[in-house]
Structures are given as structure tokens and as C-alpha cells.
């Protein structure tokens, strides 16, 4: 007896994918021309700037931080200034889409083109198509990694892991994983080639620069001491804060589609892998999908709770597992329609609900939803940034006068270097020597936060530092002040 509802011909569902993917392509095209914003104004502007300034510092290539092969894949896009960068996402977004329904397609499930609606519509992922973040990325490698693991192409998914660490940390945890599953199958010979990426980083850096080989590990922004300014929280944390990154119908769907795998494991001889019809294939989806999946969320879940690891408790750090949880979603929606496997109708009536609330979802009122054009838009820091340095070009103060701030975007609005220290400094610099003149920019949050300079820094030196300007915005308590170098 089959298990699922009569589909839509997968032929049908080929051109309903390509159809989707154009006029979700043009709407990114639109939004990108239309709307200036960088959906973060800390991490996502200060690896566009890693990557802009490539051709000028090409150490920016081997920085840890910034993720070299991120900074690698970004650099020729950053040329064409922030929005290259973010026509270089939306092609991410546009491929994982795509990848993710070959994937499904040829699994065997029987509606793979639910997996669009399922990831796009994420109200995170949608989001981060116009930001320079690196999660985006990292989440299409780990589908290109299943993909080619599914065709039988481990070799080559071995190498792309190994590549994983340098767009992000968490990838030498998946390194590990994927080692454990290829030892698991005795293919032994793969395991070398994990180690692929981190060879390849470690000779040219000590090549090119004269680091230190062990440079990878050596220089890990996130293992030394613990800051304590990054804070900790419970461990129900992130279940909460993955249905702001999904939206709610999504996380639904996701959760329902791990447990249900579960149970299909629990009960082999009862209960199906719905879709994935093969055993090999269901073997995959375990060590490709969904250990991946549960590994990096509990990865997260764990440092926050513990303080560990430099985490902030921030939500976008999800946005890189969310093409996982699109396919764990689509496993979800297709269990359902096994356990309703005798009422057709009632079938009908599910899918057209899944994809109707779905893609709804975004738009209705409730906290997890998009708020357009607002997150479009430039934060009130970066307004304030911009106004800044419009202030300075009408009073006519010189650009080339040394400049010290702590918000990644200051660099970015007023058009510096980040990486000349002759131009721009941070402000962790202000209790040593300064050159009269200098233009002192202190923000409301990364100038404490990060820097230790206190609002009330400048009130204890009147005597070295004079006020220019100062803007706060009370809604989003968004304050910069402007000062000189007396």
C-alpha cells in the first residue's frame, strides 16, 4: 500500500522550482538595488570590510576571524562594494535552494519542492541574504557535503569538509563527525582528506606570511580566556530562539521531522524513513542530516548555558543549520502524511496547509515575522555612523586625520581602511599616544562592550578631548559622540 499521497509529477515539480527560484531571484535583485541595510551592523559589515580590502591586505586572506576561505570566496564580490556581497548571498540562497531539492528529489520523497518554501521563507535565512555573514555558506556546504555523500561522491564531500573551519569554527566539529561516519563504513582512506582544508591553510599561510604552521589552532579567536562581557543562559535558549529563526510553522515541522526519524530508528520493522526508501540512503540522512544538524544546535546550546566558547546567545548563528532544518521539516511534513496514509483528502488538505502557512507566516502579525522595509534598512547606529561622518565633511575636517572608533560600520560610513593604522585605529588605543586631531568616534554599545571606554571616559579628560558632535536615538537608546584629539 503507498504510504503517501498520489504527487504532483516530479516533472511538474522541476518546472515549479525553477519558476519559484526565477521570481524569487528577481525579488532579490529588487531588494538588493532597493534597500541599503546589512541585516547586522557588527560581524556582517567587518567581513564585507575583511574581504573589500583583500587586494590592498592580502594577510586579510589567512585571518582567522574573518574565516579565510569566507574571505577567499567573498573578495571578488566586495569589490562592487556591499552589495556584491550581497548578490553573492542571494546566489548562495538561490543554490541551497536548488541543492536541497535535487537532494530530496532524489532521495525519493515524493513532494521535493517543498523544500523551497521550507528554507526561503525561514524568517532568518531570508534576512541574511543581504548581509556579509558567513553562515550562509557554511549551510550550503553542508548540503553540497550530503549531496555528494547521497551520490555516492565521498571523496569529494570529505574535501569540502575540510574546508568547513574556515568559513566557520564549528566546522571542526563536523570534520570530526564526518570522520566517525566514514570510519563507521571502514572507507579509512577518506580520513586524510578531511584533513585537506587545514593543510592547505597551514603551508600557504606559512608560505605566503611566515606564520606559524599551526597557525589555525595557535590563532583561534575563540580559545583563549573567557570574556566575561559575552554573558551565558539557559539551556532551553536556543529551542526558543530557533523558531524566531525559522518561524514557528517551520520549527514545528523541523522538531516533528527529528522525532520522527527517531522513531523510524526505534522502531525499524514498524516505521519508515518516509521518502527515503532506500536504506542506504537512510543511512546517509542520519550522519549527513540530521547528527549535523543536532550536533552544531547542540554545539551552541552548550556554550551558552556554560559561558563557554565566546557565545553571545545569538539567534543568526542558526542561519547556518537552517538548510538541515529545511530538509528535517520537509521529513516532518512528510511523516504526517504517512500516518494519514488512509485519507487522502486529509492529505491534500496538509500540504496545502504546510505551504499556505508557511510562506504566510513571515508576513502575519507575531514576534518571529519579518518587518519590512525596516529590517531593510541600516540600523539607528548606522544612521548615526552616516550622520557622523556627514557632519565631519561639512565642517570640513580632513579625511586623511587619524580616526579611532570600535563600531565595525564606522570604518564602513566613513569610507577608511579598517586595516591602516596609520587612518583608523581602535579606540582600545585612546590611553596611549594620540595625535592632536585625531577624531575620537564612540558609540553606545561596541565602545564599552568591546572597547571598555565608558560614556563618562571623556567627562574624567576635558582637558585632552573637546566634544564636536553627539546624536542619541531613543527608541533604540543608539548614541555616537564625536570627539578631537585636543
Known sequence: MDTQAAPVSLAWQDRMAWLFLVLFGVLQVCLVLSFPGTYDAGDSVMHFQFARYVPQHPENLFNHWAKPFFTLMASPFA??????????????????????FRWAKSAGYRYPVLFLPLLLASTEYFLAQFSGLTEPLFGLMLLMAAERVQSKKEMTAAWIVSFLPFVRTEGFVIMLLYGVFFAVQGKWRLLPWLCLG??????????VHGVNPLWIFTENPYGGAELDNYGQGSWSHYFIQYTYAAGLPIAILTWLGILWTILALVFRNRITISGLQQHEV????????????????????????????????????????????????????????????????????????????????????????????????????????????QFLQSKGISSNRPVYASHPSAAFYLDVDPFDTTSFRNLTHVNGVVTPGSIMIWDGWFSPMEDGVSPDYWRLLPDRFGLLWSKRIEPDQAEVRIYERK
Open 79 to 100: 569589490q562592487f562594494g556591499f552589495q556584491g556581497i550581497k548578490f553573492m548571498q542571494c546566489a548562495i540562497a538561490l543554490l541551497s535552494a536548488w541543492m536541497g
Open 198 to 207: 587545514s593543510v592547505v591553510y597551514s603551508l600557504f599561510g606559512m608560505w
Open 282 to 389: 537512510a543511512k546517509d540522512w542520519n550522519w549527513t542530516i540530521l547528527l549535523p544538524f543536532m550536533v552544531y544546535f547542540g554545539l551552541h546550546s552548550f556554550l551558552w548555558a556554560t559561558g563557554k566558547g565566546h557565545s553571545f546567545g545569538m539567534t543568526r548563528v542558526l542561519i547556518a543549520i537552517l538548510p538541515l532544518g529545511a530538509l528535517l521539516a520537509l521529513q516532518g511534513t512528510h511523516g504526517v502524511l504517512v500516518w494519514a496514509s488512509r485519507w487522502r483528502y486529509l492529505q491534500i488538505a496538509w500540504i496545502s496547509f504546510v505551504v499556505t502557512y508557511v510562506m504566510a507566516f513571515p508576513f502575519l502579525p507575531n514576534p518571529a515575522s519579518l518587518h519590512l522595509p525596516e529590517d531593510l534598512q541600516p540600523s539607528s547606529d548606522q544612521l548615526l555612523l552616516a550622520e557622523a561622518g
